[in-house]
C-alpha cells in the first residue's frame, strides 16, 4: 500500500486542523492506520492509532482528549482531527499503516510496515 499525507498548514494555538492519510494500490481496510509526529530536533512519536475495524483507537497521553483518528475504508482514507492545538504539536506528521487483524492497534513505529511522506504542521502562539 502507498500512504500519502496531506492537510497540514499554519493554525493558530487553539484552533482545530484536519489532516488526512490517503492510501492507493490496496485497501486501507487492510490495515491498522498510525499516526506518528516528528517536532524540530526530536524524535518521531506515536500520537494515535485506530484499528482495521475502527473499534480500537489508542492515543499518545499529550494528545488524548484532542486528537481524533476516524477511517473511512469507502474512501481510503483515515483522518487525524486535532482540536485545541498547542506549540508544542508543530510537527511533521507522517500516517503508516500495519497489517494485522482486525482489532490490532500497534503504538510502537516497528510495527508498521508502510509509510507516508509527511505534511507538516506549525501551531503559531
Known amino acids: 500500500v502507498q500512504l500519502q499525507a496531506s492537510g497540514g498548514g499554519l493554525v493558530q494555538a487553539g484552533g482545530s486542523l484536519r489532516v488526512s492519510c490517503k492510501a492507493s494500490?490496496?485497501?486501507?481496510?487492510?490495515?491498522?492506520v498510525g499516526w506518528f509526529r516528528q517536532a524540530p530536533g526530536k524524535e518521531r512519536e506515536f500520537a494515535a492509532v485506530?484499528?482495521?475495524?475502527?473499534?480500537?483507537?489508542y492515543y499518545a497521553a499529550s494528545v488524548q482528549g484532542r486528537f481524533v483518528i476516524s477511517r473511512d475504508n469507502a474512501k481510503n482514507m483515515a483522518p487525524l482531527l486535532m482540536s485545541s492545538l498547542k506549540p508544542e504539536d508543530t510537527a511533521v506528521y507522517y500516517c503508516?499503516?500495519?497489517?494485522?487483524?482486525?482489532?490490532?492497534?500497534?503504538?510502537?513505529?516497528?510495527?508498521?510496515?508502510?509509510w507516508g511522506q509527511g505534511t507538516l504542521v506549525t501551531v503559531s502562539s
Open positions: 503508516a499503516a500495519a497489517f494485522g487483524s482486525s482489532d490490532y492497534a500497534p503504538s510502537l513505529q516497528r510495527a508498521f510496515d508502510y
Open positions: 494500490r490496496y485497501t486501507i481496510s487492510r490495515y491498522a
Open positions: 485506530a484499528s482495521r475495524s475502527g473499534g480500537t483507537a
